[in-house]
C-alpha cells in the first residue's frame, strides 16, 4: 500500500512562488511514475504535471508550461512542484499521485493514478 502525503500549499500573492512536496512510503517509489493533480471548486480534478520512474520525462498542462517544475529525489522518495510566476487561476487543492507502475511515457489520465495523497491548499490572491 503507497502512501502519499503533500506539503508545502499556503497563500502567495499573484506573481509569487511555492514548492510543493510529496513524500511516499509504502511501496518501490523509484520505480513509479509520479503525477500532481489540482481541483478548483466546482471543477473537475485535471492533470497539472507528471514525471516518469527515472526523471527523465516529464510532462505538463499547457496552462502552467513554463511557470512549474516537476522533479524527483528518488533517494528520499519524494517529488516536488516548484511552482512560479503563480496566478489567481492557479489556486486549487493540489494533489500528487503515483500510478504504481513503471512507465516509460508519463500518464496524463487521472484514472490511471492508483494511488493519492490527501491534497493541499494553494491559494493565489490578486
Known amino acids: 500500500q503507497v502512501q502519499l502525503v503533500e506539503s508545502g500549499g499556503g497563500l502567495v500573492q499573484a506573481g509569487g512562488s511555492l514548492r510543493l512536496s510529496c513524500a511516499a512510503s509504502?511501496?518501490?517509489?523509484?520505480?513509479?511514475?509520479m503525477g500532481w493533480f489540482r481541483q478548483a471548486p466546482g471543477k473537475e480534478r485535471a492533470f497539472v504535471a507528471g514525471?516518469?520512474?527515472?526523471?527523465?520525462?516529464?510532462y505538463y498542462a499547457d496552462s502552467v508550461k513554463g511557470r512549474f517544475t516537476i522533479s524527483r529525489d528518488n533517494a528520499k522518495n519524494t517529488v516536488f512542484l516548484q511552482m512560479t510566476s503563480l496566478r489567481p487561476e492557479d489556486t486549487a487543492v493540489y494533489y500528487c499521485?503515483?500510478?504504481?507502475?513503471?512507465?516509460?511515457?508519463?500518464?496524463?489520465?487521472?484514472?490511471?493514478?492508483?494511488?493519492w495523497g490527501q491534497g493541499t491548499q494553494v491559494t493565489v490572491s490578486s
Open positions: 514525471i516518469t520512474w527515472s526523471g527523465s520525462i516529464t
Open positions: 499521485a503515483t500510478t504504481g507502475a513503471k512507465t516509460s511515457l508519463v500518464v496524463t489520465t487521472t484514472q490511471r493514478y492508483y494511488y
Open positions: 509504502g511501496g518501490t517509489f523509484s520505480s513509479y511514475g
